[in-house]
């Protein structure tokens, strides 16, 4: 089944953008997922393609109007989700990025400017996801980026489906540290025990690396977890 992501943009043209290399482009070419980016100035009243307008109360920089944007939502909407990506949102996490990928199409609206009228999101039960504190220029930057987590856990996409399973956050725990060849490289080796075939005892220290490398940097997951 291919998973559908419907964008909704004023920039239509920067999409696939970098999800059309690598594994993510493969994975469009193989229709595992499909893209369609709308533009929603083609949704504007007038023929410059107006979208927003000054904001009501003051204030600088302009916000995108509902009435255009919702025009291309109703157009385009069919059932599915819709996520407004905005700093607002809930925080982006790995367990989200699954809930979502179980999905079977996905709308992702796009703010640019100052962002949306409110009215929007309480008319289309619209939720808002943030990929971190901090602000960016436009939506579609964190759309691509909500959208690479998505679809490298679609089914097909990822040749080693083990190699999901212990990374960083599917087990809330970091990811110990990795080596590969040359053993030894500007005078540092590989850690012996990663050289001794013994597969009980990597995966202890395996486990014990990534404890500890959680405990140092990101104590927050180790509460999360109890
Ligand atoms: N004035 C807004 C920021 C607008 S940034 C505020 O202070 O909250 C312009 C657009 O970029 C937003 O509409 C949103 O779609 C997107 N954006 C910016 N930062 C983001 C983030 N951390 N996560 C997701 N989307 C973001």
């Known amino acids: 089944m291919t998973f559908r992501a419907k964008i909704l943009t004023i920039f239509p043209e920067i999409f696939p953008?970098?999800?059309g290399t690598s594994l993510t482009g493969r994975a469009l070419k193989e229709n595992i997922w499909s893209l369609d980016a709308v533009n929603i100035r083609d949704y504007a009243f007038d023929k410059h393609g107006s979208?927003?307008?000054?904001?009501?109360?003051?204030?600088?920089?302009?916000i995108m109007r509902p009435d255009v944007l919702g025009a291309a939502i109703e157009?385009?909407?069919?059932g599915e989700k819709i996520i407004y990506m905005s700093p607002k949102g809930k925080p982006l996490t790995q367990a989200k990025v699954r809930e979502l990928s179980k999905l079977n199409e996905l709308m992702i609206i796009c703010g640019r400017f100052e962002g949306i009228d409110e009215r929007v999101l309480e008319e289309y039960d619209i939720e808002e996801i943030s990929i971190g504190d901090y602000?960016?220029?436009?939506?579609?930057?964190?759309?691509m980026i909500m959208l690479d987590a998505i679809v490298r856990l679609l089914p097909g996409v990822l040749g080693n489906a083990a190699s999901i399973e212990n990374e960083s956050f599917e087990t809330q725990l970091l990811e110990y540290p990795q080596y590969?060849?040359?053993?030894?490289?500007?005078?540092?080796?590989?850690?012996e025990i990663l050289l001794s075939g013994h597969h009980e005892n990597v995966a202890k220290w395996q486990k014990e690396q990534a404890l500890q490398i959680t405990k140092?940097?990101?104590?927050d997951l180790l509460e999360k977890n109890t």
Request: proline share 9%.
């Open 75 to 78: 157009h385009q909407h069919n």
């Open 216 to 219: 140092q940097r990101r104590p």
């Open 51 to 62: 979208v927003d307008d000054t904001p009501c109360g003051g204030g600088a920089g302009m």
């Open 17 to 19: 953008g970098f999800l």
């Open 180 to 191: 590969t060849r040359p053993i030894e490289w500007k005078g540092r080796k590989v850690p």
């Open 135 to 143: 602000i960016l220029t436009g939506g579609e930057q964190a759309a």
